[in-house]
């Protein structure tokens, strides 16, 4: 029985990266052997065991034979003869198939270390066509380490675009589909992964609604990239810059997605494009299961991003709108994340990525004097129940028409 540390540990320890897991490979022993020494096995479909000790996972070596679509439709087969080699060889790229011993000595039985060093994204094997999740891994991957110059070997783009071509793609899971973007998301040039999909045919599988907005013209006045799906990189790319978390990277993602459906005799112009992408948000996260609020906050952004770029100091009516439909008061922190998903819109123009954007510190200011309101001196009227909210909200909209135009109470 000999292990060996493989994987991503193996790979970012030697690129210089912080090493978040430690995944081995256990050569030359049985399930039974793990569990008599105490090792805990996780999963059904695969044998992998963890650390009595330490909790580090132990995968037996193991080879896997297509026997179905999709990324599960594989046969394991894990015994004491399978070698390391092999096991290397079912991985995906070269530079995630270098192992390392017990000494620390390195084994790259695929040219791994050469990859690394010439920044270079490489199938293992031809049988890197049988997953297709090995598309959407492989540009996760390069968007994290575009920084570090890694660029994908046009040999496995084309295996890439061979998997979509395939209809295989359409397999997957919405779970392992999301999985993946959200990690890509997270990422220093969020659009790299978006571009990639693009370039290999994948787009259109899993997130048509983005693919359809390349293409789709809008004002040079307002958007100098003209072309909606490059605005639409841009935000990506300065949600990540302004550190965004990922609910709001994620409305970003998906706050134009009505400007595909704007009739062409009005182009440049998309008038109501919020509303009507609406309906796509919704398809979107149902495809993809997003979490509720995810889905809560992306429509919010979709819905009246409009208004708020369109917003003026002194007009109370939008400012009270706003602070209503995002249920402001009592979340305070939908409204930052709505505001700053807004600015990140208004940014994300070519040449314009350091805009400023006041409407969104008027809109703060606003809620804050709201919040503030000493609303005893409503409810000592003595207004019936069937008055008090239109009450209410007359008070908060007379306060807020009583500021300055500069937002200031």
């Keep these: 029985m000999r292990s060996y540390l493989v994987g991503g540990a193996v790979r970012d320890r030697l690129l210089g990266l912080p090493v978040s897991e430690r995944d081995h490979v256990v050569v030359g022993s049985s399930a ?3 569990h008599a020494l105490g090792y805990r096995q996780v999963g059904k479909d695969f044998p992998v065991f963890l650390h009595p000790d330490t909790g580090e996972e132990y995968a037996l070596a193991r080879q896997e034979r297509k026997r179905g679509p ?3 439709g594989f046969d394991c087969v894990a015994t004491p ?21 017990e000494s620390g000595r390195l084994i790259d039985p695929y040219g791994g270390m050469a990859d690394l060093q010439a920044r270079l994204l490489r199938h293992v ?14 540009a996760r991957f390069a968007t994290r380490l575009a920084p570090l110059g890694f660029d994908i070997a046009p040999a496995t783009l084309e295996l890439m675009r061979q998997i979509c071509a395939s209809g295989e793609l359409a397999s997957l899971s919405p779970e392992r589909v999301w999985q993946e973007t959200c990690k890509a998301l997270q990422q220093e040039r969020p659009s790299l992964y978006f571009r990639i999909l693009r370039e290999v045919g994948a787009l259109p599988v899993w997130f048509p609604e983005i693919a359809d907005l390349f293409g789709v013209e809008q004002s040079a006045a307002w958007h100098p990239e003209i072309d909606t799906g490059e605005h639409l990189m841009l935000c990506l790319d300065v949600a990540a810059t302004m550190r965004a978390s990922l609910p709001v990277r994620i409305a970003v993602l998906l706050h134009d997605l009505g400007k595909a459906m704007t009739p062409r005799a009005l182009l440049p112009s998309h008038p109501g494009h919020g509303e009507r992408g609406l309906p796509l948000v919704r398809a979107f996260a149902q495809r993809l299961r997003l979490p509720r609020e995810t889905t809560e906050l992306a429509l919010l952004v979709c819905a009246e991003h409009l208004h708020l770029h369109r917003l003026q100091a002194d007009d109370a009516a939008t400012l009270l709108h706003l602070i209503e439909v995002s249920d402001g008061l009592r979340r305070p922190q939908r409204l930052r994340d709505f505001v700053l998903a807004c600015h990140i819109d208004v940014r994300g123009r070519l040449g314009l990525q350091d805009q400023a954007y006041p409407q969104g510190d008027w809109l703060m200011a606003a809620r804050d004097v709201v919040q503030e309101l000493p609303l005893h001196e409503v409810l000592s009227q003595g207004l019936r129940s069937t008055d008090l909210a239109s009450a209410i909200r007359a008070y908060r909209l007379a306060r807020l028409a009583a500021r300055h135009p500069d937002g200031a109470s």
């Design 32 to 34: 039974a052997e793990l």
């Design 125 to 138: 094997s031809p049988a890197f066509v049988e997953d297709p999740l090995r598309v959407l891994r492989v």
């Design 70 to 72: 999709g990324h599960t």
């Design 81 to 101: 003869q399978i070698s390391l080699e092999e096991d290397l060889a079912r991985r995906d790229l070269s530079i995630n198939a270098i192992a390392e011993d």
